[in-house]
Structure formats: C-alpha cells, structure tokens
C-alpha cells in the first residue's frame, strides 16, 4: 500500500507539472479579422494546419520581420525592403542587398497575402507557399545573404529570443522552419481592404463622377479592359494572382516565370500585382520602370510590345494599346487612387 501511494503522489506530481506545461506553452489563437468584402466575395484565406495565428507567433513574426539579426552581416531586416508607409514596398526601382548588391527587381507589396489562393510567390512565382517565401531572401546572396546556420546560433544565443519561441511554439531550440513559421503568421495579418472603393461597395460613401467614369473604363473591354487580369466588384483583392506577359517587351532581359518552369511560352510573364494602394507603392511593374500611374496608363494605352508570349488578353496590341484619350486616362487614375488604403499604412499593428 506504501508503495501504491508513492506511485500516486508521483503520478499527480508529473500530471500536475505536465498541465503547467500545457497552460505556459498553449499560445493563444489570432482573431484574424477578415474584412467584410473579403468574407462576401472571397473563400477562407489559406492558414496551414500545422502554423495557426496565435497572439505569440504573430508578434514574434513582426519582431523577426523587422530584425537586421535575420541578414548574413546583420545590416538588414525584411522591413528596409518592405516599408509599411510604402505599403510594404520600396520606393526604390531596385533594392540595395545586405551586402550593397542591387537587386533586378521591384520590392512587390505585402498585404492580403492569406488570399493568394495559388500559393505562388515572388514576381516570377518561384517560391511555392508563404512559410518557403519567408527563407528565400533571406539566403539569397543579393538580398538579405544569410546563412541559415549562422542565424539560427545567433537566435539561440539571444538573450530574448529562446524565450520568445518557447512562447510561440512551445520549444526554445529555433530552428529555420520555426522563424519561417513565425513571419508568415506576421505576414498573414498584413491586410489591406478600407479604401474608399471598398467603402463604396458597402454603401458608406459616393464616388465622384469621374471616379464613376474611371471604373467604367476599367471594367470595359472597349476601352481600358484591366479586370481579366486586376479583378472587379467580385474580386476586391484587385489582382487574380496569376501571371501574364503584359507587353512591357519585345525581347526580354528577364525571363521572369519562363526561368523557372524552363517553359518557353512562359517567358515574359510576371505576377499580377493587387492595384491597392497604388499611391505609395510606386515605381511600378517587376523592374520598377514606370515612374508614375501616368506612364503605366500611357503602356498600356499606346506603349505595347508585341512578342511571342504577349497574352491574349492584350488583345489591341497590334494597334499599340487601347487608345484612351486624354480625359478618359484622368478618369481611369482617378478610379485607381479610390483603391487606396490611408488608413492601412498608420496601422499601429504594422509598426516596427
């Protein structure tokens, strides 16, 4: 009976030690607050089972995001190349790298990345999921040039960050997939969705008549015919996520999605960007050569190249665009800037 009762005490000792475990390390979940456009016209955004918002993950994603220690000499975070007033872009055509390397491309914005359905990454969709996203600039030799390796001891021999895992994940020894994981949770929250236009659809406000005019050009596939590719009233992330050779080229320097299927009818062809925000996320297109809304109207209003794998959704190429005069360019940039998102750039949430 001695025995019996030993046993007991020892049991109820390792259960109850087990649920205090249980309690210090169960993070608790993110109310990911998805906005009412999205939950009318879209399906659930895309969340891995095996890397759910928690409160924990998600701040511990946004301290990551904005850490030089994630760079191989510790000069540079994700947030120099993605600035939040800059809509999580760069105002720069090119990217200057940890090690002074400037990049080929535009820094593409961040926000409702949750809702790319095809999980396709990157201007050339090179990276298959956010969490694999997350690594690649950080390895990348012109980009962040880290070593993961190296990272990773920096991460366990920090005075924070062990404790902040452990938080997170229930495990203080990080490793690369747990960083990857906990930035892709940040990243997720990014969200985008209270321009005016957005809260023209919900009925609390009134477009301008040119605003009015600018939308009806877009949606015509007489005049400026953008929603195949930038989406419409049914799509308000304002992109289909898919990738197009938009006529910038005759002959191509960047091979964009061709270089990395090796798919010939695939050169040329680069992610559709979202048009929100516009207004802070310039220069525009993959290798930052428009300068101005201006000018990518006037591309495609009179500046397409035709090439092999132009997309048939350019269909007046051979009459170098779609011939917008004057007064119906305004109005088509007006409707443009009603995609705009103030308030999205001042969100506390997002701020180093």
């Known amino acids: 009976m001695k025995n019996i009762g030993i046993y007991l005490l020892i049991f109820f000792f390792l259960m109850r030690c087990s649920s205090k475990e249980e309690e210090v390390y169960t993070p608790v979940p993110y109310a990911l607050e998805i906005p009412e456009l999205f939950a009318d016209k879209l399906i659930a955004p895309i969340i891995p089972?095996?890397?759910?918002?928690?409160?924990?993950?998600?701040?511990?994603?946004?301290?990551?995001?904005?850490?030089?220690?994630?760079?191989?000499?510790?000069?540079?975070?994700c947030a120099d190349c993605h600035k939040v007033k800059e809509?999580?872009?760069?105002?720069?055509?090119?990217?200057?790298?940890?090690?002074?390397?400037?990049?080929?491309?535009?820094?593409?914005?961040?926000?409702?990345?949750?809702?790319?359905?095809d999980e396709r990454f990157a201007w050339d969709g090179k990276e298959f999921g956010l969490e694999n996203q997350v690594i690649e600039p950080i390895?990348?030799?012109v980009e962040m040039h880290g070593d993961l390796k190296e990272i990773v001891k920096r991460l366990n021999e920090h005075n924070s960050y062990p404790a902040l895992?452990?938080?997170?994940?229930?495990?203080?020894?990080?490793?690369?997939?747990?960083?990857?994981?906990a930035v892709a949770q940040f990243m997720r929250t990014i969200i985008s969705a209270n321009s005016k236009f957005d809260n023209f659809l919900l009925g609390k406000t009134t477009l301008t008549v040119e605003e009015e005019n600018g939308f009806n050009i877009f949606?015509?596939?007489e005049k400026g015919d953008c929603f195949h590719c930038h989406g419409s009233t049914n799509n308000p992330l304002w992109t289909d996520n898919k990738f197009h050779n938009n006529g910038l080229d005759e002959r191509f320097i960047d091979l964009g999605l061709g270089a990395i299927t090796g798919d010939p009818s695939d050169n040329g062809k680069f992610k559709t960007p979202s048009?929100?925000?516009?207004?802070?996320?310039?220069?525009?297109?993959?290798?930052?050569?428009?300068?101005?809304?201006?000018?990518?109207?006037n591309h495609y209003s009179e500046g397409l190249q035709f090439s092999?794998?132009?997309?048939?959704?350019?269909?007046?190429v051979h009459q170098g665009g779609v011939d917008l005069n004057e007064e119906e360019k305004a109005a088509l940039k007006a409707f443009l800037l009603t995609l705009t998102d103030e308030e999205f750039i001042e969100n506390p949430a997002f701020e180093n």
Not at 173 to 179: A, N, Q
Not at 280 to 294: C, I, K, N, Q, V
């Open 165 to 181: 895992f452990q938080s997170a994940f229930g495990s203080s020894k990080i490793s690369p997939d747990l960083v990857a994981k």
């Open 275 to 297: 048009l929100r925000n516009l207004i802070f996320t310039a220069p525009y297109m993959h290798d930052g050569r428009f300068s101005t809304l201006e000018e990518v109207i």
């Open 219 to 221: 949606m015509s596939e």
């Open 139 to 141: 390895v990348n030799p």
């Open 49 to 77: 089972s095996d890397n759910p918002l928690t409160e924990e993950g998600v701040a511990l994603g946004k301290k990551l995001f904005s850490d030089k220690i994630l760079s191989g000499n510790q000069t540079q975070s």
């Open 87 to 117: 809509a999580f872009s760069d105002s720069a055509p090119f990217s200057l790298g940890a090690q002074g390397i400037l990049g080929k491309r535009n820094s593409m914005p961040l926000f409702n990345l949750a809702w790319n359905f």
């Open 308 to 316: 092999e794998t132009i997309d048939p959704l350019m269909k007046s």
